[in-house]
């Protein structure tokens, strides 16, 4: 049974910082592309930042220079540092796993950025 399991999202100020973390079981964690999406209310659900298995990192433009993505395969988990937030960033994020045809979905944290 494959598992993706978020967390370290919460209530953070503007100009702060999160680390999210997702911890993925039942699958050859190394070989798949990791990405991290984010949703916010009313709006459809959008990739922020994605890793290869080679270690090969992609942004959109709203977090680049912001956002880090990585993974430590040792421990099969993906990351996403995120610096200098802004209220913009408010959104439940997800972890996704890839590889072909197969996705996989973690359940998602919640960040909100507010003063």
């Known amino acids: 049974q494959v598992q993706l399991v978020e967390s370290g999202g919460g209530l953070v100020q503007p100009g702060g910082s999160l680390r999210l973390s997702c911890a993925a079981s039942?699958?050859?964690?190394?070989?798949?592309?990791m990405g991290w999406y984010r949703q916010a209310p009313g709006k459809q659900r959008e990739l922020v930042a994605s890793?290869?298995?080679?270690?090969?990192?992609n942004y959109i433009d709203s977090v680049k220079g912001r956002f880090t993505i990585s993974r430590d395969n040792a421990k099969n988990t993906v990351y996403l540092q995120m610096n200098s937030l802004k209220p913009e960033d408010t959104a439940v994020y997800y972890c996704?796993?890839?590889?072909?045809?197969?996705?996989?979905w973690g359940q998602g944290t919640q960040v909100t950025v507010s003063s």
């Open positions: 996704n796993a890839a590889i072909f045809a197969a996705y996989y």
């Open positions: 039942g699958i050859s964690f190394s070989i798949y592309a």
């Open positions: 890793i290869t298995s080679g270690g090969s990192t």
